[in-house]
């Protein structure tokens, strides 16, 4: 049984200890309990350092005892490197203790199966007896690199700016590892959550959002206990600092018993990919993407977020300006025209063969002058057109390139670029093919804070992450708290009444009315359960040409059992009726018919779906896309979590490969998107309203130039009437 995380302790003292106990040292230097200390010692641990065997009077040169209750102190934390089967009663004696925390290494508990899930819960148990936290267990350790509490063992710690959380020990070992041989920010604070049975993710993102050494926050994730936990911190933190996240488990493994389009369409990676956007989360798609990314965020904090995504180029070759073009292009981002006083102040600069349109290219003109760079990005930053400025090419190797006499002018060059972010509050980002190299002008850089990239597809995959995490910043300050409609008891009895007669759907009439209780703009079809009521039609169907749906609680796709019939006359429905009734009970004998729904056929538009699902990790998250018979082949689709804000709605909208379609093509008009954005709140707002809702399918809806008409309704209720 999963337990419920405690939310009251902070884990400033925990994660920031001022002494530790270590419970199981030896003096083996092969186990874990001799090598925490020497790392400890190695690390120059500020604090006091208490290690515990009951035998020994002494490791590493410190005074050992006997056993926690004996320590002359109260430490901050405890280290606990003994087996799984003795933690139940250690962590109970931390607690009475006093101690705040643990880090638990073992082995042995909930991943193992039943007998270590019990084990689990009997040492959580204990911890909650006094409100000790436990980090872990099957955790590869903590570290601190501002106060040197090494923990995990990892060499050569470097401290820096960058937050880790990892649910694996190899993967953040990789990360350290790279970020030890590369010239990005080191580490702040480094936890592996391990079973995470008491602290959780979500919990370690608010201890790095007041962590005044952490700028930026990178995890490397599999699952998440508490998602909908999890996009709540995470909302929260990424209007001030940027999260950036790997997601690991990116097959579309969907819902194992799906029976919508929605739940068949639910793939675990592009699912997490929206949810994660809609709160500002920066998730990378490659392993080698995730440092880059995080550094660079962490280099351009101050200067975010940005006003918009428009980038001036400045490049000394015509080759990597047009690569660096094309690839802001394909991402999205607007490479703007300049305003003419910075067309001018160009030209006054650069000989006359330069490009002084954007992107821009110098022509040789700071092959004998590299501090012309300087000079043209002051002009370009000046721009108010311009959000931030990439230079790509050859500067920092003008030496090397062309002659050492230029080497102080460039050095002098990078000094005047390092203070120009701050000066006009924009990011400024450099491409250098002899960053390898590491010259003294790169070098100067990357201490200054300016990013400094290899290549320019490094380059532009990193400013495209900034601008929009920018983007979401802004997104993520104008959104308020939507007010829900009051529940309505329209709804709710329509929902009891299924449940009542042992349904568990809602028959399309009513899923409807339902969203016409909730402000959507829905056609109500007329329900026929005689022929006979055919002849007394509503007048509005008088001479229109008509669709007969079947309603049957057993037969959820309709189209598959001959249960639709088109464009129907009037003289052609007691026809159709027999023939739809005929066709459902070949379809399934066993099936129990409501009855026949029939509407005046809609006038076409783009297909659409829209849909609610349940996810495990999320909850209730709302599918938008391109909808119709191909929509699970097409699998156009972008997801966000419940509940819905009107932003949220027109960034999927974005989102989605086919797009342009809502905009109209081949001379189509394009389609009301502020009419479909308030039918995907009137969505949210009744899942919301109504937690008995599981699954909910409005495919197709016909989007079209004023309007729209949702053509066919489908409502899943869950399984467990009382606790939904």
Not at 396 to 414: H, K, M, V
Not at 450 to 474: G, K, L, M, W
Request: net charge negative; proline share 6%.
């Amino acid at each position: 049984m999963r337990m419920e995380p405690l939310m009251d302790s902070s884990l400033q003292t925990i994660l920031a200890p001022r002494s530790i106990a270590v419970v199981g040292a030896s003096r083996d230097e092969g186990k874990r309990g001799n090598m925490a200390i020497r790392y400890l010692q190695q690390n120059h641990y500020r604090g006091s350092i208490y290690p515990i065997h009951p035998k020994e009077t002494s490791i590493l040169d410190l005074p050992c005892y006997p056993s926690i209750d004996l320590l002359p102190e109260v430490p901050d934390l405890a280290l606990i490197c003994t087996p799984a089967h003795t933690l139940p009663e250690i962590i109970r004696g931390c607690g009475n203790k006093g101690i705040r925390g643990a880090v638990v290494l073992a082995t042995g508990f909930s991943e193992t199966g039943e007998a270590g899930l019990a084990l689990e819960s009997e040492m959580v148990n204990a911890a909650r007896e006094s409100g000790l936290r436990i980090i872990g267990p099957n955790t590869s350790g903590i570290f601190n690199a501002h106060c040197g509490a090494n923990l995990v063992g990892y060499r050569d710690l470097r401290a820096g700016n960058i937050g880790l959380l990892s649910q694996s020990g190899n993967m953040a070992l990789s990360l350290v590892t790279e970020g030890n041989h590369s010239d990005y920010p080191g580490f702040s604070t480094y936890v592996g959550v391990g079973n995470e049975a008491d602290v959780q993710f979500h919990e370690y993102l608010d201890y790095f959002a007041s962590d005044p050494n952490t700028r930026v926050i990178v995890g490397y994730v599999e699952g998440l206990k508490y998602g909908q936990k999890f996009l709540n911190s995470a909302a929260s933190v990424c209007s001030d600092k940027p999260v950036v996240l790997y997601k690991s488990g990116r097959t579309e493994v969907g819902q194992q018993s799906a029976r919508s389009h929605t739940g068949a369409l639910a793939g675990s990676y592009d699912l997490a990919r929206g949810v994660m956007r809609q709160v500002g989360v920066t998730l990378v798609d490659r392993a080698d993407e995730i440092l880059p990314v995080a550094a660079t965020l962490a280099c351009v904090a101050d200067y975010l977020p940005m006003q918009g995504n428009r980038i001036a180029i400045l490049a000394d070759g015509g080759g990597h300006a047009t690569i660096a073009a094309d690839a802001l292009d394909s991402m999205g981002l607007s490479i703007p025209q300049f305003d003419p006083q910075t067309r001018e102040g160009l030209r006054a600069l650069l000989p006359p063969s330069a490009s002084i349109n954007n992107p821009v290219d110098v022509a040789g003109g700071t092959d004998s002058h590299p501090e012309l760079f300087a000079d043209c990005a002051e002009v370009l930053l000046a721009d108010p057109h311009v959000d931030a400025l990439l230079i790509v090419g050859l500067f920092g190797g003008y030496a090397l390139r062309f002659s050492e006499s230029l080497a102080g002018r460039e050095q002098a060059c990078a000094e005047r670029l390092a203070g120009l972010p701050r000066k006009y509050a924009k990011p400024l980002m450099l491409q250098s093919l002899y960053q390898p190299a590491k010259t003294g002008p790169l070098v100067h850089l990357r201490k200054a804070d300016i990013p400094v990239f290899e290549s320019v597809d490094e380059a532009t995959h990193c400013i495209t992450a900034v601008v929009n995490y920018s983007a979401a910043q802004r997104r993520l300050s104008r959104k308020g708290e939507r007010a829900l409609p009051a529940a309505l008891s329209e709804v709710s009895r329509m929902i009891d009444n299924a449940y009542n007669e042992g349904r568990g759907v809602l028959y399309e009439y009513e899923a409807l009315d339902a969203l016409g209780a909730y402000g959507a703009d829905v056609v109500r079809p007329q329900l026929i359960r005689d022929p006979a009521q055919l002849d007394t039609l509503a007048p509005g169907m008088s001479g229109s040409r008509m669709v007969m749906k079947l309603v049957s609680q057993d037969i959820l796709h309709k189209t598959d059992a001959g249960g639709v019939k088109l464009n129907l006359a009037t003289q052609e429905l007691a026809d159709a009726y027999t023939g739809i009734m005929q066709s459902a009970l070949q379809y399934r004998p066993d099936a129990r018919i409501e009855g026949v729904l029939v509407a005046p056929m809609a006038d076409p538009g783009v297909e659409v779906i829209i849909g609610v699902t349940q996810d495990p990790q999320y909850g209730p998250v709302l599918m938008f896309g391109l909808g119709g018979v191909f929509v699970e082949v097409l699998k156009d689709v972008a997801f966000r979590a419940l509940p819905l804000s009107w932003e949220d709605a027109l960034e999927m909208f974005n989102e989605i490969r086919g797009s342009r379609i809502l905009d109209g093509v081949r001379g189509a008009a394009p389609v009301d998107r502020e009419a479909l954005v308030r039918l995907m709140l009137a969505v949210s707002d009744l899942c919301i309203n109504h937690p008995q809702i599981a699954e909910l399918d409005l495919n197709p809806v016909l989007a079209r130039e004023n309007d729209y008409c949702v053509l066919d309704a489908r409502v899943i209720l869950r399984a467990d009437r009382e606790n939904p």
